[in-house]
């Protein structure tokens, strides 16, 4: 009987320390999660424009796409766009040229759009006033791999 009892009791520790080792497990960065930017979508006036866009996550994302008027900007490319003038705060490795794109935290285009991750929850957008006569689009993703947030914001003409 006394063996009964002792695994018994064995068993029952086991399983209350297995469920409080499952309950008490964090979720990774991004697994599943988006950063969750409160807003994704806007529609601005031909007006220069300055946007905040904050997310709800703490994770840490790293831009996937950028699409400027309809025209998707491939991030290998970049390099050689004269359009496009990024910044990056982790250098290219030798065997692995596109490396730093993971840390972009600046980016210009041409001489009408700046977009600037602040922090991990926190990008700043500017926009010069539209007086092209036709509508400006921009598109990009906040991703974490598996999960991500896609902004779009369209700007219309002053003409």
Not at 81 to 101: F, G, I, M, W
């Amino acid at each position: 009987m006394k063996k009964t009892t002792h695994i018994r009791l064995l068993s029952h520790v086991f399983i209350t320390l297995m469920i409080t080792f499952l309950a008490s497990c964090e979720k990774k960065d991004g697994y599943a999660t988006a950063p969750d930017f409160e807003q994704k979508e806007f529609q601005l006036s031909g007006d220069q424009h300055m946007l905040t866009l904050r997310a709800k996550n703490d994770l840490d994302w790293f831009l996937a796409d950028l699409t400027i008027n309809g025209e998707v900007l491939r991030p290998e490319n970049w390099d050689g766009d004269s359009r496009v003038t990024y910044y990056s705060a982790k250098e290219n490795e030798a065997n692995s040229p596109q490396s730093h794109l993971s840390s972009v935290y600046k980016i210009e285009f041409e001489d009408w759009f700046v977009w600037e991750r602040l922090n991990i929850k926190t990008i700043k957008i500017q926009l010069s006033q539209n007086k092209d006569g036709k509508r400006r689009t921009i598109g990009f993703q906040a991703s974490v791999g598996n999960a991500g947030d896609n902004i779009s914001i369209m700007q219309s003409s002053d003409n």
